[in-house]
């Protein structure tokens, strides 16, 4: 069967081993009409390259694969390569990779079935098993090789693939009680028949059998344990060797066939800790388990036993051994490992951060820094232990205790970030139940909790679980301690603490994240439906008397939020709040009005969508919201992947999905962007990737083509504000001012400078549209309070 779903990038004029440099870090997509417009924008991957799970040798070629992309190593000259989406695999979740020399092919399997072929310099996707109708456990478990032909492994069966014709040469076999599907976890080939190792047993079939598609011709080894899990299998040197994995952990046993007398026989000298691979490899068996490595030459005598390479213990998944005798391991804490011997050891791994979890991402200037942890679904402790990550721009530092950062030894879960805005070296780190982490240079300098702050423990558990973090206006940091008594704390910029208790059906509760407005009031996300609490404490943290607390809901003159569940919130460049809910975007135009009057009511975008108009995403549930420096909306969802509208919400700009870009998830956990080079990072449930070369506002659709933004300083203004634009050749301008409903309030003409100082005169509180018009359009909003 002729695939007729196949993909081929060409990646190089040379064949697969001519170059170690063939593969850009980088690649440059072009998405056209799909994205409203055409422009180039180039992505970079932010993947961790440290948690390894398969190895395979191509020559000088080293290829190492992550659940998440894939680098290789070149031997001759040291190279590191990295292949992810981002320049040219079709898919992200790669369950295992196996190498062909006869065809000089590196074949990539994924958990949904997606197969990639490394082929010539070639990157070619065959989709046909992921597209398929086929019910059931699509994943592929494990790939064996023989001549031409690839057996995959799969959750439901084996699948047959041709790899020099690239096609399906056979129909799928389903070797199961009557013909149904079984989870196989790996195949091998000996003694002139084909053996499985499955999920209820050991299967096997005579290689020479009229049609391996049909399961009569496979039966299930009474012998051992039927109706059992085992996990590996091998066949080496007259001795078929396989895994029983137990659902007890690290009570795997090891167990091989001896062709010569027909029986099953316990491997000797082999621990029961869990065991991920068995293969044949340049004329060695290799057992890779949990925390060791046992190689036995043809006599089966043990000739090499690996446990601390250079003195690190292992955590290994696969492990080969290439033509010039050097092992490579495949390990999911130390990366690729190369060894002589198991003694003297080399540590290859690309840059990146240390685990692709992402919970919150907080950036200042060009310092990224992540929170990896989180909190379950039921707001208890996840007991994550990877830490943070920080990203300078160009290289990523991790933060944990494998690290050697003990303050980590009993602390878990990180949940929010804050850069001090006055000094980007200078940050903390908010967790779920250790409390608050303070970094100065890359150092642990403080850890705040109940014992030396204002922080309390939650009251449902006896620990302190900080949710947001944020600093105001006068770089003072306020602190969301959820189900506390006191439910928010500040540390002032002298370093005193001060903790505020809120109103008396507030205190004990579930918060979550929290900004803090330019009018210096705190937002608070809650774990109650329909509820954002706002609090003010007017500047003053040492007068509880003109401190102010307002829960909104989704009633009418309180909020009138939609859906039931907010998910995030940011003010954009002209004041206005823009709310992710479980039901889409909303907007509260002016939140200065939930304390001095007037209206705070939130309403909703409307978009028109092929005719229909409709309410912004509320088919979607928004996790994250940020604003870029032209005012433009990144929107992050739950299923959807990531939006950029224009300023007002209206028109979509871009739309990227893991299906239309190098997105590696539609599950985009949060969004920040570099306000000095503009650069996006998008944290989804896979990892982190930026695209970089983001079209300004000159893209909107909401503004004209020959339009160009102005700067406002300051934007609110009360009495007077400076309007800045670009005019070098001081060329007659006319600014014009708009009120909301399109009436003209102001109008001036000859303006040559490209700085205007403007007086409020008589103009009412609100929102007003600016126009400069002369050799160029300028246009912009403004806020009066």
């Known amino acids: 069967m002729k695939t007729n779903l196949k ?151 084996i699948v047959v693939l041709d790899v020099e014709n690239e096609e399906f040469p056979d129909p799928t076999y389903l070797i199961g009680d009557e013909g149904s599907q079984v989870n196989v976890y790996g195949v091998t080939i000996g003694h002139d028949s084909i053996f499985a190792a499955t999920e209820t047993g050991v299967y096997h079939a005579l290689l020479d059998s009229p049609n391996l598609a049909d399961y009569n011709y496979w039966s299930i080894d009474q012998r051992i344990y039927p109706d059992e899990a085992f996990t590996t299998i091998a066949y080496y040197s007259d001795r ?79 492990a080969t051994i290439d033509e010039d005798n050097l092992i490579w391991i495949a390990d999911v804490t130390n990366g690729l490992i190369s060894t002589p011997d198991g003694i003297e050891a080399s540590f290859i791994k690309p840059n990146g951060p240390y685990s692709a979890d992402v919970f919150d991402m907080c950036i200042e200037g060009n310092s990224l820094w992540v929170a990896s942890g989180g909190r379950s679904s039921n707001w208890g402790k996840l007991y994550n232990k990877d830490g943070v990550y920080f990203y300078n721009g160009q290289t990523w530092d991790s933060y944990n205790k494998n690290n050697g950062f003990h303050v980590f030894d009993t602390i878990s879960d990180m949940t929010c970030v804050a850069i001090d805005p006055t000094n980007n070296n200078h940050t903390f780190v908010g967790t779920w139940g250790g409390g608050i982490i303070e970094f100065l240079d890359g150092e642990v300098i403080n850890l705040f909790d109940h014992n030396n702050s204002s922080l ?129 975007v909303a907007v509260i135009s002016n939140p200065d009005n939930v304390f001095t009057g007037g209206n705070y009511d939130a309403w909703r975008p409307m978009v028109e969508e092929n005719g229909y108009v409709q309410y912004l995403l509320e088919s979607e549930t928004v996790t994250s919201v940020c604003v870029d420096s032209d005012n433009r909306k990144w929107f992050g969802t739950e299923r959807a992947g990531a939006y950029l509208f224009s300023a007002d919400g209206k028109n979509q700009i871009l739309h990227f999905t893991e299906d239309n870009s190098p997105l590696f998830s539609n599950f985009i956990v949060d969004i920040k962007i570099n306000k000095e080079n503009g650069d996006v990072f998008f944290g989804t449930d896979m990892g982190i990737i930026s695209c970089k070369n983001m079209p300004s506002a000159i893209n909107d659709p909401s503004v004209s083509p020959n339009s160009f933004s102005i700067n406002f300083s300051p934007n609110p203004f009360s009495v007077q504000t400076t309007i800045k634009f670009n005019n070098p050749n001081r060329t007659n301008y006319t600014l014009s001012i708009f009120n909301i409903s399109g009436s003209k ?23 007003y549209l600016i126009e400069l018009k002369g050799e160029k359009v300028f246009r912009g909003k403004m806020v009066i309070k």
């Open 240 to 318: 078929l060797v396989v895994n029983q994995n137990n659902e007890v952990y690290n009570t795997d046993t090891v167990f091989y066939y001896d062709f010569n007398i027909y029986q099953w026989e316990h491997f000797p000298d082999v621990d029961n800790l869990r065991k991920f691979s068995m293969n044949e490899s340049n004329g060695k068996l290799m057992i890779v388990g949990q925390s060791n490595i046992s190689i036995y030459n043809s006599d089966y005598d043990q000739i090499l036993f690996i446990d601390r390479p250079d003195w690190k213990y292992l955590n290994s998944r696969n």
């Open 7 to 157: 993909l081929t990038i060409i990646l190089s004029l040379f064949g697969i081993l001519s170059s170690a440099s063939m593969f850009s870090q980088q690649r440059k997509v072009n998405y056209g009409s799909d994205n409203k417009y055409e422009s180039t924008i180039e992505w970079q991957d932010h993947l961790p390259y440290n948690r390894t799970i398969s190895v395979a040798a191509a020559g000088n070629l080293i290829y190492c694969a992550t659940p998440y992309s894939l680098f290789y190593y070149n031997k001759t000259n040291n190279q590191i390569s990295r292949l992810s989406k981002v320049n040219g695999l079709s898919d992200i979740r790669i369950s295992c990779i196996s190498y062909s020399g006869e065809y000089n092919t590196l074949l990539i399997a994924y958990t949904n079935c997606n197969i990639d072929l490394i082929k010539n310099g070639e990157i070619i996707n065959i989709p046909d098993i992921k597209n398929s109708t086929i019910l059931g456990n699509k994943t592929i478990n494990n790939i064996y090789i023989s001549g031409n032909l690839a057996y995959l492994a799969c959750g439901f069966g």
């Open 745 to 767: 309030v102001f109008e001036g003409r000859n303006i040559r400078s490209g700085k205007i100082k403007f007086e409020r005169g008589n103009l009412p509180g609100g929102v």
């Open 456 to 584: 309390q423990k939650w009251l449902a558990a006896n620990y302190v679980a900080i949710s947001g973090l944020a600093f105001d206006s006068n770089n003072n940091l306020w602190v969301a301690n959820s189900g506390a008594n006191s439910i928010l704390s500040v540390k002032d910029n002298s370093g005193n603490w001060t903790s505020f208790t809120l109103v008396s059906n507030a205190w004990g509760i579930d918060i979550g994240k929290m900004i803090v407005d330019r009018d210096n009031q705190k937002w608070i996300l809650m774990r109650e439906e329909h509820s954002l609490l706002v609090f003010s404490e007017n500047n003053t943290i040492s007068n509880p008397n003109d401190d102010h607390t307002k829960i909104l809901t989704n009633a009418s003159g309180n909020g009138d939020l939609p859906g039931t569940k907010i998910y995030c919130l940011a003010q954009d460049n002209e004041g206005q709040m823009w709310i992710g809910t479980d039901e889409g």
